[in-house]
């Protein structure tokens, strides 16, 4: 992965999965609590006190009014997450990530008796600066949720067995930015205005993400190795083959 120079106001893709491709996430609390860390460190200030007692209603009314990035997209899944992010501020990318890994670590070693590196290194940022990368981005990320969905466990493999079925799930998805822009789910840290230029409405994202789902083995690797190729990742990594 090539190092890169965070600017304010470009759009970044950043990654990043458990050490050893661990589960990072094992309970529903677990991703409560990343949701709660990743809108009460979003500051340019201090850290509200006692973030621990904070649960996610409180968060979303509490959001700070000076972040240090704007969250366009997000995706957690059990031992990755993706982000698209645009810092607002110096430094304000590396602040916000650093705060929100380092927090998360503390909470689940703590919580789950372990000590160590809870992630592989530092988190991965990629500029989005290619049309084709800013096109492929989003939808493709919001599909990686289809690999819990049993009857479409092989999607990336053998092509999507229903359509209708797999975009209900993708919808449904609780720990994904999809559900707001499809106006389902209200995480209210999401700013549409970046994506909003392109998707309009939930229609046009319904409709993108259904033109998107493979049918055929080649459609699927052509995507996986486009994205990768765009990103400077490598499907073995992992962010992408998953």
């Given at each position: ?22 589960k990072?996430?094992?309970?529903h ?10 809108v ?18 409180k ?38 990530m ?5 927090g ?19 988190y991965?940022?990629v ?50 930015s999809l559900?707001?822009?499809?106006d ?5 840290f ?13 229609d ?39």
């Amino acid at each position: 992965m090539r190092e890169i120079e965070i600017v304010e106001d470009e759009i970044y893709h950043v990654f990043n999965r458990g050490t050893e491709k661990r589960k990072i996430f094992l309970t529903h609390k677990d991703y409560e609590r990343f949701l709660i860390n990743l809108v009460l460190f979003n500051t340019v200030g201090e850290v509200a006190g006692n973030t621990s007692r904070y649960d996610l209603s409180k968060a979303f009314t509490n959001i700070p009014n000076n972040p240090l990035v704007k969250i366009h997209a997000f995706v957690l899944l059990p031992n990755h997450f993706h982000f698209i992010l645009e810092s607002l501020v110096e430094g304000g990318m590396a602040r916000f990530m650093h705060r929100l890994e380092m927090g998360y670590s503390q909470y689940f070693n703590r919580f789950y008796g372990r000590s160590g590196n809870l992630f592989q290194g530092t988190y991965k940022a990629v500029l989005i600066d290619d049309d084709a990368y800013f096109n492929y981005l989003p939808i493709y990320i919001h599909l990686n949720p289809l690999d819990l969905l049993p009857t479409e466990a092989n999607w990336k493999e053998k092509g999507v067995k229903n359509k209708k079925e797999a975009l209900k799930f993708l919808a449904r998805y609780q720990w994904s930015s999809l559900s707001t822009y499809l106006d389902i789910h209200d995480y209210p840290f999401v700013v549409r205005d970046f994506f909003g230029l392109v998707y309009k409405k939930p229609d046009d994202w319904e409709k993108e993400i259904i033109d998107w789902l493979p049918e055929e083995e080649i459609v699927v690797e052509a995507v996986v190795s486009k994205c990768a190729s765009l990103s400077g990742a490598h499907l073995e990594d992992g962010f992408f083959g998953f």
